[in-house]
């Protein structure tokens, strides 16, 4: 599938199927946590679509092969890949399935989920690493009881997980100081969620956070790990306008930060909370065309990524990779 294909498809964001898919697992990271998705690649490129009841997409599948149809023109044609903890290739787990903020896009809140103790996460992790599939390890958590103790959390977790010498990167909410915390854990990369660079929005759909806190806990976090090991997810869809998003993906690759421009995903738990329109496929390929741009005028490149969304490339059209 070509770049045009795949915004397409990410537009859409969803897929019926005809019989399940049963990959065991039903992802609690990521845009549709809590439901089934699938992996599904052609050529080089790779999308996650959720699976629902009834989408305008349908997947064929043949013993080793599949097709994404819509009505019975064939829209693309390749094989699903079965992820390895949430995603291909990576052992990407949610520490606290739970959170104390209310952000109006997410699921985790609604879902109240559970919180993994590092035994169980160095477990998991053990199977997967077994598999001999595993290249990264990708942790992301809520917040349990504040941002301060789930840093603690987390660090703990990924001293216990060097042993497997691969890259390791970490997406907590975070705090001033918090970077210098997991880069002595040994943490390679970190992801700090913006969510949306319009201020005006922001209060909005992340009550109780600050956004100017997010941004400086950047700028740390590019001091420590250095350009390019810094990511955050900027999501399209919110009521933002594209003058707005351009200015906040200048800032940000300006910073060395790796923004990912993730299509929002309207979860049937926040149905009538906030504004959400997954962004067309032509709007997907304009601003990630203008963000490819905007990270070679500031010499990052989005294939240097070692773990997270920028290797994984599931739910959004990344830069060196996609276009
Ligand atoms: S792009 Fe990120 S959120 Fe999406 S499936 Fe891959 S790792 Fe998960």
């Known amino acids: 599938m070509d770049k045009e294909t795949k915004a397409y498809l990410l537009s859409i964001g969803t897929i019926e199927m005809p019989q399940a898919v049963d990959y065991g697992q039903s992802s609690t990271a990521g845009p549709s946590a809590g439901g089934q998705s699938i992996f599904f690649k052609s050529g080089e490129r790779l999308v996650r679509l959720s699976v629902v009841p009834a989408s305008p997409l349908r997947l064929q599948q043949t013993e080793d092969e599949a097709a994404v149809f819509r009505g019975d023109e064939e829209i693309a044609r390749g094989h699903l890949l079965q992820p390895l903890l949430h995603c291909p290739e990576q052992a990407y787990l949610t520490i606290s399935e739970r959170c104390i903020y209310n952000c109006k896009f997410c699921a985790v809140p609604k879902l109240r989920g559970s919180v993994k103790s590092r035994e169980r996460v160095l477990q998991m992790v053990n199977e997967a690493y077994s598999s001999g599939r595993m290249k990264a390890i990708s942790l992301t958590s809520g917040v349990e009881i504040d941002p301060q103790h789930e840093a603690a959390r987390v660090a703990e977790i990924v001293r216990d997980l060097k042993r497997f010498g691969v890259p390791i990167g970490v997406s907590v909410s975070p705090f001033k100081g918090v970077s210098g915390i997991l880069k002595e854990a040994g943490a390679d990369e970190v992801k700090y969620n913006l969510e949306t660079v319009d201020a005006d929005l922001f209060s909005t759909v992340c009550p109780g956070i600050s956004l100017d806190e997010i941004w400086e806990a950047l700028e740390e976090a ?16 919110l009521g933002e306008s594209d003058r707005v998003m351009m200015r906040g993906i200048d800032q940000l690759t300006e910073m060395g930060v790796l923004p990912v421009l993730r299509p929002v995903y309207p979860h049937p738990l926040r149905k009538g909370e906030i504004e959400m329109t997954r ?5 997907l390929l304009r601003l990630s065309t ?27 059209l990344v830069p060196h990779r996609d276009l």
């Open 290 to 316: 203008y963000l490819r741009r905007s990270l070679d005028r500031q010499g990052l490149r989005g294939d240097q990524a070692l773990t997270g969304c920028y290797r994984c490339t599931g739910c959004d």
């Open 279 to 283: 962004p067309g496929a032509e709007r």
């Open 222 to 237: 590019v001091a420590v790990f250095g350009r390019n090991k810094v990511c955050s997810n900027v999501i399209l869809g």
